[in-house]
Each structure stands twice: as C-alpha cells, then as structure tokens.
C-alpha cells in the first residue's frame, strides 16, 4: 500500500513537500515516482528515482524546484516543492513500479503496478 501526505494550499513561490509511505512490500524491490493529474486530463510524470537511489529524472517544467528523495530505511518516498506556481496546482499520486531495473527510472504510467491515494496541492498566484 501507498499512502501519500502532504498536500495543501500555498502561494506561488512557496515550498510544500509531499510523502509517500509504503507498506506491504520490500521498498527497494520498486522504482518509485510521483505524477499528477488535473480533471480532464491525463496523468503526467513528475518525477521518479531509481531502486538504487542513484538515478533520478524529472519532467522539464520541475527540474531545479522539484527534487524527489527516498528514504529506505523508512520506506518512504518525498517530494520536495520548491518555488511553486499556480501551473502546479493538481492532484499528485505516489506509484512504485515493481521489477525495474536496479538504476533505472520508468517515466510511463503504465509502468506502475501500484499507486497512492492522491494528494491535492493547490497553489495560489
């Protein structure tokens, strides 16, 4: 299971900082990333790491203000919102991809075997 926090409101320029709990498996066996997802539209890929820990991606609109961490020995995955803007306003779901490669990151959603509940960020301009 994956539960994602840390969601809220925020104004632009603000920093937020999402978790995401796993449980019920063996956290270093999954790739993990964050997506969001506005109403209307498809999920997108915000930002994902490795097994490993050592390879990391991010879409284009996030790099330098988003960072995603993992923290094996507490099973959880973080990202890490800087310099918000209203463009950052959706939904954000949690997922771990089981069977990537050990310093790989996936950037599809059909990748991801499980996913979290979603957590609302909302950023005001």
């Known amino acids: 299971q994956l539960q994602a926090s840390g969601g809220g409101l925020e104004q632009a320029g603000g920093s937020l900082r999402l978790s995401c709990a796993v449980s019920?498996?063996?956290?270093?066996?999954?790739?993990m990333s964050w997506f969001r997802q506005a109403p209307g539209k498809e999920r997108e890929f915000v930002a994902g790491i490795s097994r490993s820990g050592r390879k990391i991606a991010y879409e284009n609109s996030v790099k330098g203000r988003f960072t995603i961490s993992r923290g094996n020995a507490k099973n959880t995955v973080f990202l890490q919102m800087n310099s918000l803007k209203s463009e950052d306003t959706d939904i954000y779901y949690c997922?771990?991809?089981?069977?990537?490669?050990?310093?790989?990151?996936?950037?599809?959603?059909?990748?991801?075997?499980?996913w979290g509940q979603g957590t609302l960020v909302t950023v005001s301009s």
């Open positions: 997922a771990a991809s089981l069977g990537t490669p050990w310093d790989s990151v996936r950037a599809d959603v059909r990748e991801y075997n499980y």
């Open positions: 019920g498996g063996t956290f270093d066996y999954y790739a």
